[in-house]
């Protein structure tokens, strides 16, 4: 049997899309190679905004636990005080912070406070090192005193 031939007219070889593989995988979200410090902020970026979208219906869950009365809400907290939840709590604080600090500094970049006179893009941009470097140093320093406040302030608090 044959097979019926395609309707669509085929594209000559040499106008074909080019398909270039994927090489790297995975492991080209993650590593970020020959760029600087800025490429793993935005994949943290990535997975503490993943976190925070994974958190959100717990949080509802929780709050909604509220409206079935005051027992079910004491049982609900009596459960949350259990270590693994702390943790989380710890966990979705320093990806909170971090998210908020981080996509300020993108915000900014992304509005031009960041960013120099128009040059040609030539790597390593100097622009880039000479006035994000400082932003995302100070946003990475807030946001490391924020998390130690709040965690001393879940922990000890």
């Known amino acids: ?3 019926p031939s ?13 398909r270039l593989p994927n090489r790297l995988g995975v492991r080209g979200w993650v ?5 600087p410090i800025e490429r793993y902020l935005f994949t943290l970026h990535r997975l503490s905004g993943i976190g925070l979208v994974l958190y959100l219906p717990l949080h509802v869950w929780v709050t909604s636990r509220r409206l079935q009365g005051p027992e079910v809400w ?6 949350l005080s ?10 979705i604080l320093a990806a909170f912070v971090y998210h908020a600090l981080n996509g300020l500094r993108l915000i900014l970049g992304h509005l031009g406070y960041t960013l120099g006179k128009p040059a040609e893009p030539v790597y ?3 622009v880039a090192l000479r006035r994000q470097r400082p ?5 990475m320093i807030l946001a490391a005193a924020f998390i130690a406040v709040g965690i001393w302030e879940i922990l000890v608090g």
């Open 1 to 3: 049997m044959a097979r």
């Open 6 to 18: 395609s309707i669509e007219p085929r594209a000559p070889q040499g106008l074909r899309p080019r």
């Open 31 to 35: 590593h970020a190679g020959r760029y």
């Open 74 to 79: 004491e049982r609900t907290m009596a459960t």
């Open 82 to 91: 259990h270590p693994i939840f702390v943790v989380g709590e710890l966990l």
């Open 124 to 126: 390593p941009y100097p």
């Open 135 to 139: 932003l995302t140093v100070a946003m």
